[in-house]
């Protein structure tokens, strides 16, 4: 995407809008934000003290994934015993600094922990959907989007699911995992997550009928993970199979990103783009911020060295995020227009105040709304929108009453208090136009 700037004047009462140069952004989230995506990465909680990592950490990503701490065996040591002490200091961590969060994973067949690993049949049914709505009622209104299932289709060509125990007890344990969170947490995208599905082969495939049942059959479900751990090349098919996915109306999701090998620039560069080229690929996460950070020991897969400078595979992350297409909304990569419009409601004090600012382009939008408190704190918010004919596609930092017409937007958990004089921001993206939104904001 041509990165444009843009400057709204007020000239005999309509608005001028000036493209200028390319004005691209300098970090990971921001380049990914130019398009209404995200940049995340896996964090560490034992890490949030190395001040190179932290620093990497709040300044290039702007989604966080904990590598280890919501996963079975550390949120529930013990039966009906939670532990949230690691996935609550990355959760805060990521939240304080303005970062949105996915929670990885609910329910896998590893990292179980030893009493989980010695039940069967309805016993453990029962443990792990309890499991699901436990810690997905601990987390509800934090979490962008939930891994409820990894990994729980097998390799090779059987295109059918991995034996495990959790599969013992009856092929729907994956669906009855996806309602229990989705009515624990309503608010969080709820995804599938595995690897080697990174191209289209017998094991996305089994994956892709999967979806495409819980679709026709109202299984929740929101979005699919690519973890992509991969060596020296992206498939030739990556983007298609991105594509076939995204057309079952889901999202994709690049959960787990990290490649190893001589041409790693290059297959980072091309497994960004085919992100970018794909409507609905809301965005990438890598799994370590440095290379001593990566699970691969020794393969140097991430995007910073271990001393935490920028690898070449970082340059060309960041380039094709700003190359990349408008937005998740459309696949258009010639004219953008970034238009800022700002509508200020005059409100009495103690009040709040909204506006929006509209990255938009032909066919669809990205709207950035300010929640500004007046001179008393807020306690929840409510925003006001109007969509003249696009329609909402995506949302983060608030729940939104609908997709089209007036669409009413109350505050998440995180963000509903804002001191006085203070503001906060969630947005959305749509389809269509985004003119004229006029936000108002009111008080909960
Ligand atoms: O295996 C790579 C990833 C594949 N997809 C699912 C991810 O959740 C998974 O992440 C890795 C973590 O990066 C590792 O850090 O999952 C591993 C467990 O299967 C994690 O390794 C474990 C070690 O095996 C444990 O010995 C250690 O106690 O990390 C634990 C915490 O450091």
Redesign the pocket.
């Known amino acids: 995407m041509p990165i444009v700037s843009a400057v709204v004047a007020a000239a005999l009462g309509t608005t001028l809008v000036v493209t200028a140069t390319a004005n691209a952004a300098t970090t990971l989230g921001a380049a990914a934000a130019q398009s209404g995506r995200y940049f995340g990465t ?1 964090v ?1 909680a034992q890490k949030l003290g190395d001040s190179t990592y932290v620093n990497l950490l709040n300044t290039e990503f702007n989604m966080v994934t904990a ?2 701490e919501m ?1 079975w065996d550390a949120t529930e040591p013990n039966r009906g015993q939670f532990n949230y002490s690691g996935g609550d200091r990355i959760l805060n961590h990521a939240l304080n600094n303005g970062k949105r969060v996915r929670g ?2 609910l329910l896998w067949y ?2 179980q922990p030893r009493w989980a690993q010695g039940l069967s049949g309805s016993d453990l049914r029962q443990a792990a959907i309890n499991h699901v709505t436990q810690v997905a009622t601990h987390y509800k209104g934090k979490i962008y989007a939930w891994d409820v299932v ?2 729980a289709f097998a390799d090779g060509n059987s295109g059918g699911r991995r034996d495990s125990n959790l599969q013992r007890t009856g092929n729907d344990w994956i669906e009855a995992a996806f309602r229990a969170a989705r009515a624990a947490d309503p608010g969080a995208k709820l995804c599938y997550n595995d ?1 080697n599905t990174d191209s289209i082969n017998p094991k996305s495939t089994g994956i892709y009928n999967m979806v495409r049942d819980f679709k026709a059959r109202g299984v929740p479900i929101d979005c699919v993970g690519m ?1 992509s ?1 991969l060596s020296n090349n992206a498939p030739s098919d990556y983007q298609a199979n991105l594509q076939r996915f995204a057309d079952l109306g889901v999202e994709v999701q690049i959960t ?1 990103l990290d490649i190893s090998g001589s041409n790693q620039a290059n297959a980072y560069g091309a497994v960004t783009r085919a992100c970018m080229a794909v409507t609905r690929c809301a965005g990438i996460t890598v ?1 370590g911020i440095r290379d001593s950070d990566s ?1 691969r020991g020794g393969e140097n897969p991430l995007l910073f060295t271990s001393s935490g400078a920028k690898k070449p595979a970082y340059t060309s992350v960041l380039n094709a995020l700003n190359a990349g297409g408008p937005g998740p909304t459309t696949t258009t990569t010639t004219t953008t227009t970034t238009t800022t419009t700002t509508t200020t409601d005059p409100v009495p004090p103690g009040d709040c105040t909204a506006s929006v600012s509209l990255n938009q382009w032909n066919g669809g939008f990205v709207a950035t709304v300010k929640v500004t408190a007046g001179s008393s704190a807020l306690n929840g918010w409510r925003v006001t929108t109007t969509l003249s004919g696009g329609s909402v596609t995506g949302s983060w930092g608030a729940n939104g009453s609908g997709t089209s017409g007036t669409v009413n937007w109350t505050n998440v958990d995180y963000n509903g208090s804002v001191p006085a004089g203070q503001s906060t921001e969630f947005g959305f993206q749509g389809s269509g136009s985004g003119s004229g939104l006029n936000p108002t904001c009111s008080t909960r």
Do not use: G, I, S
Request: without cysteine.
């Open positions: 896996a560490a590598e280890n996963k990885h994973a590893q990292q990894n990994e690897y973890q751990h787990e799994w699970w």
